[in-house]
Every structure is written in structure tokens, then in C-alpha cells.
């Protein structure tokens, strides 16, 4: 991944977090470890913990607020969806609205990581949960983690802007999530800032031939994953599925037990996740037309389908930061990726700005808490960082051997793995700057009274690069095992046995 020059070192004592989901929360947790800052605070609008992996319900699958084809990356800050709430009819209180943010989580969900691989290296899943946990265990996991950074967070608060300052600290604007009349702007400033709001808020529909006059004669009928729920909502239709990254892979054997067969699945390239053969689905190339006539679709290969009830777009998302526009460099252009970052993680030109978490194709929990390690131990000044300089070259130098654009933050493993291991050596290297102040004669940086500083990130050994290489495979089994998978509690009961497998490497 690049040397690491001790070039620039910065130490700062107040940070803003945006967003309390997974990684907000690991961020929180390894600056707090540091025990260098006088002020940590999250922001997040929405009233509870877990960002991506608040499920809310959506009753149909039409896009909702979405403009098709969705090509364009910048947008307004979210806006909330306003519901009752049940303390209402429990309590006999007057009814009360809450403020809820759309995610793409859907109703049946279950993770295609086994929990063994994808949670926090500090915190056990629930012994009795399923191997691939449902999206409702996952929750009450992160909830659980959330515990003891809780009073870090400020509930129902939206960041509206983040601007630099001209002796290089971060103005942030922020407002509560009300209904009705405005609440007032609020503004603080920090020596730094954490975004940690993810990045699957913008759905990407690609430009198409026809696609725009086809939505117009048919509402309705082109969506995004971002709004799937169930697959009843597709009984007795036919279906065209478009792109088999895991949602895709997911949702569309999810459609396929209750639309007319069989499903039309098209892709570009194959799937990295294992996907059953079925007589109920038909592969197809990209979509190349579509022709409003007989709600008809043209494939690259030239053959057609005509009669399609509805087209679900599987095809991803943008980054977007609609609080970040005012920098200069731009973080976004295409919205493919974000501009002007180290490692992945330190705009450039300011480094006291930090992104956990923008890869794809990764194990998150883990990789949050691998890059937060760094973020932290980078703003407790106990690490330094390259010349802006030779922060550019490595952008430039990654970007020409792993692609730019949409490839750019793809980390297919083993890259992955490797990072992870790149990332725990590099915060073990605070430790020895520490050593060395301390022989010296100077007290280490960070380094207090109470003892040692800084939290462990994880390391990945054998068994995790064992694991991460085959959870496709492992995710394939678990699922061919219908309703009989919920009893499923490790991978050896899937016939995937780490010790039995290094035996026979003799």
C-alpha cells in the first residue's frame, strides 16, 4: 500500500463525528482510547444508532424521490420521512411523529458475511443468533456496541455544512430534524472531522436509450434496490433485475418465488457471490434499449423481451456529500469516487479530514475499526503522514494499477485482507514512536497517567483469510438449505471446518 514517511504530524483535541452508524461508533471508540482529546462529539439525525441498518418500511417499490435515469451525485441533505409513533396508542399520549431516513435495508435481509468474520474484534455476537445474521440481530449488535459511546451522540441533529476556516480547523453547521417551522442553525468548530455518514443514500440508474421516455409511459415501473422491501410486491409480474453484485444476487432470488417465470437477471460481468442455477431465470448481457412499444427491452445480444411489468435497477450507489461542497479540491465530481484521498481515508490538501470506510467489496465492521485506528492515532499525533505530495502520487499510483472511477475503492479480496494487515502495522507503529519519545526523555504523545493509550485494531490471520476467501461459498450453502438455515450456528455445520482443512495442507 505505500511507504509511510514521517513527514507531518498533526495533534488536535476536538473532533466532530458525522453519522452514529458502525463506523461512527468504531471512530468514536479508538479516539476515545487515545485519551488525547478534550471533545468527541457524533452528530446523527436520526433518533437511534446503526445508520444503514435501521430498517423502514417502504410500501411499494417505486422509486421514491429519485429521478430516472439517476445520473447526477450531488444532492440536498437527506429528508426525513415523517411517521407516528406507537407511544401514542401504549401510552394514550397525543400522537407524536418521528423523524425516519430511507435506508435500503429490506424486510428479509440476512448478511452474506458469516458473524464470525464480520463483527467487532471487542464484542461477541449473541451465541444463539444464525451464522448469517438477520438484519434484526445485526441492529441489536451495533446497538450493544453503541453502550458506552452513547453520550458522545447528538440525537436527531442534521449536518447542513462543513467548511474549512482560515487557521485550518472545520466550521460545522448543524440543525435539529423538525416538522414544521425551521429549528435554528447551530455552528461550532473543530480541529477535525470524521464523516461517517456512508455511502448509499443516492441510487445510480444509468443513462440507457429509451429509459426515460419507457418511466414516463409506465410510472412506476423502473426502481432501485434502495426501495425493494418484499417480494410479494412483484406476484405474477415479470421482472428484470439489472446488476448481481450481493443485493442483486439476493433480491433477485427473493423476486424469483413470486414473479412470472421465469426472472430476467442482466449483468455486465460475473458475480463474485455464488448464484444457484435455476430453469426460473434467464441470464442476459446489458440492457442496450428500451422501446416504449409493448414495454419491450433490447439486450446487447440483440434479443428482446417485450411485456415487462417492472425493471429493478441492482446497479449501486454514489458518493455524495452534500455538507462538503464548498472545498477546493472537490471530494466529488462523477460521484464514481471520492477525490483527493490517502489510504482511502485523508482528504489530502487537509488531513484533520477523514473518510472511514468508503471501500466496496470489503468486510466493514473490521475495516472500520482497522482505518479509525489510524484516523485516531493520526489526530493524537502519535502517527505522521506523507507530503501532500506523495499523498497524491499514491493516489495516482493506485488508481493506475487497481482503476480509477467506480474500480477505485473496490478492495476484491485478497487486497482486502491485506489492507486490514497493512492498516493493524501501521497503527503498531505508534507504539514505537511512543517507545522512542519515551527513551528520549519526553513523554509519549497521548500517553497519560492512567497508562497505556490506543485501542488493538484487528489482525487477520489464516482463518479470517480462510474465511474471507469462501463466505461465497459458505453464503451458497447456508442458503440451499431453505428454512432449515435459521438452526445454523457455525461453519462446520455447512461442511466448511478451518482446523480440517489445514490438517489436510499437511
Not at 114 to 126: A, E, I, Q, T, V
Not at 303 to 328: H, K, M
Request: charge should be negative; proline fraction near 7%.
Amino acid at each position: 500500500m505505500g511507504s509511510l514517511p514521517p513527514e507531518r504530524r498533526f495533534k488536535v483535541s476536538s473532533v466532530c463525528i458525522i453519522g452514529a452508524g458502525p463506523s461512527g461508533l468504531v471512530a468514536a471508540k479508538y479516539l476515545r482510547a487515545e485519551k488525547a482529546f478534550s471533545r468527541i462529539q457524533i452528530y446523527e439525525q436520526r433518533a437511534t444508532v446503526g445508520g444503514i441498518w435501521n430498517y423502514v418500511p417502504h410500501s411499494s417499490p417505486t422509486a421514491y424521490d429519485s429521478a430516472i435515469p439517476q445520473t447526477n451525485p450531488f444532492a440536498e441533505a437527506d429528508r426525513p420521512i415523517w411517521k407516528h409513533s406507537n407511544a401514542s396508542k401504549i401510552l394514550g399520549e397525543d400522537k407524536q411523529e418521528k423523524a425516519a431516513f430511507l435506508t435500503p435495508l429490506y424486510d428479509r435481509l440476512e448478511t452474506n458475511i458469516p458473524r464470525g468474520l464480520m463483527g467487532f474484534s471487542d464484542l461477541d455476537w449473541p451465541g444463539d443468533s444464525q451464522l448469517f445474521p438477520k438484519h434484526e440481530t445485526v441492529m441489536e449488535y451495533i446497538e450493544q456496541y453503541a453502550e458506552d459511546v452513547r453520550d458522545t451522540i447528538s440525537w436527531r441533529t442534521q449536518v447542513l455544512d462543513v467548511q474549512l476556516t482560515e487557521d485550518k480547523r472545520w466550521t460545522v453547521k448543524t440543525q435539529e430534524v423538525s416538522h414544521g417551522k425551521p429549528a435554528e442553525v447551530r455552528e461550532e468548530t473543530y480541529d477535525a472531522v470524521i464523516v461517517a455518514n456512508g455511502h448509499f443514500n443516492i441510487p445510480y440508474i444509468p443513462e440507457v436509450k429509451g429509459l426515460e421516455k419507457w418511466s414516463k409511459a409506465y410510472p412506476g415501473c423502473i426502481t432501485h434496490s434502495k426501495f425493494y422491501r418484499k417480494p410479494e410486491h412483484f406476484t405474477g409480474q415479470k421482472i428484470i433485475v439489472v446488476g448481481n453484485s450481493a443485493s442483486g444476487v439476493d433480491i433477485g432470488a427473493q423476486i424469483q418465488t413470486t414473479c412470472k417465470p421465469p426472472i430476467i437477471v442482466s449483468s455486465k460481468s460475473e458475480s463474485f457471490l455464488l448464484d444457484a442455477e435455476s430453469t426460473k431465470k434467464l441470464d442476459k448481457p446489458p440492457i442496450a434499449e428500451f422501446v416504449v412499444k409493448d414495454r419491450s427491452v433490447r439486450f446487447e445480444d440483440g434479443s428482446r423481451e417485450s411485456e415487462i411489468d417492472a425493471v429493478l435497477y441492482c446497479t449501486g450507489y454514489f458518493y455524495s456529500f452534500p455538507f462538503l461542497q464548498s472545498l477546493e479540491p472537490p471530494l466529488i465530481t462523477t460521484g464514481e469516487k471520492v477525490e483527493h484521498l490517502y489510504q482511502h481515508i485523508f482528504y489530502q490538501p487537509h488531513p484533520t479530514l477523514a473518510f472511514p470506510v468508503l471501500n466496496q467489496k470489503v468486510i466493514p465492521f473490521p475495516l472500520a475499526e482497522a482505518q479509525c485506528a489510524i484516523i485516531a492515532r493520526v489526530f493524537s499525533g502519535r502517527l505522521s503522514l506523507p507530503t501532500e505530495h506523495e499523498m497524491r502520487q499514491w493516489e495516482l499510483e493506485w488508481a493506475k494499477s487497481n482503476g480509477d472511477g467506480r474500480m477505485f475503492h473496490v478492495l476484491k479480496f485478497p487486497k482486502d485482507a491485506d489492507y486490514i494487515n497493512m492498516l493493524h502495522a501501521w497503527a503498531r507503529g505508534a507504539d514505537a514512536h511512543d517507545r522512542a519519545k519515551q527513551s528520549s526523555g519526553h513523554e509519549s504523545d497521548g500517553v497519560s497517567e492512567g497508562g497505556a493509550v490506543g485501542k488493538t485494531p484487528p489482525f487477520w490471520s489464516g482463518r479470517e483469510y480462510w474465511t474471507r476467501e469462501r463466505f461465497p461459498a459458505m453464503k451458497k450453502a447456508f442458503q440451499d438449505l431453505g428454512e432449515r438455515r435459521h438452526n445454523v450456528r457455525s461453519l462446520a455445520e455447512l461442511g466448511f471446518d478451518y482446523e480440517d482443512w489445514q490438517a489436510k495442507q499437511g
